[in-house]
Nanobody, 122 residues
Framework: VQLQASGGGSVEAGGSLRLSCKAP????????MGWFRQPPGKEREFVAT????????RYADSVKGRFTISRDDPKHTVYLQMNSLRPEDTAVYYC????????????????WGQGTLVTVSS
């Protein structure tokens, strides 16, 4: 299953970006989705996840109150709205999908997008 992430770019600190991740329609409805990121020279880390029904979401402490994950099932797309961006948010962002319940663990995910680069300048 191929996920297509988009929306990355360069922004100044305090700015906003919205990432999108489109999944195949046949798998999206029962798929919990997550966003992860890999900062330069660091390991991949959890950012946010949303349940397949959309009623539950969880966030990393570092992005709580600034980032919002949402899903649009008719468009089989998940979004990550990122506000009040900081230089430490600079990373390649990946979307991922898994059957069943949501998770903050990368190893639980079955499908991954190709990554989209977000660069935040100070």
């Amino acid at each position: 299953v191929q996920l297509q992430a988009s929306g990355g770019g360069s922004v100044e600190a305090g700015g906003s970006l919205r990432l999108s991740c489109k999944a195949p329609a046949r798998t999206f409805a029962r798929t919990s989705m997550g966003w992860f990121r890999q900062p330069p020279g660091k390991e991949r880390e959890f950012v946010a996840t949303i349940s397949w029904a959309g009623e539950t979401s969880r966030y990393a402490d570092s992005v709580k109150g600034r980032f919002t994950i949402s899903r649009d099932d008719p468009k089989h797309t998940v979004y990550l709205q990122m506000n009040s961006l900081r230089p430490e948010d600079t990373a390649v962002y990946y979307c991922a999908g898994k059957g069943g319940s949501y998770s903050s663990r990368a190893n639980d995910y079955d499908y991954w997008g190709q990554g989209t680069l977000v660069t935040v300048s100070s």
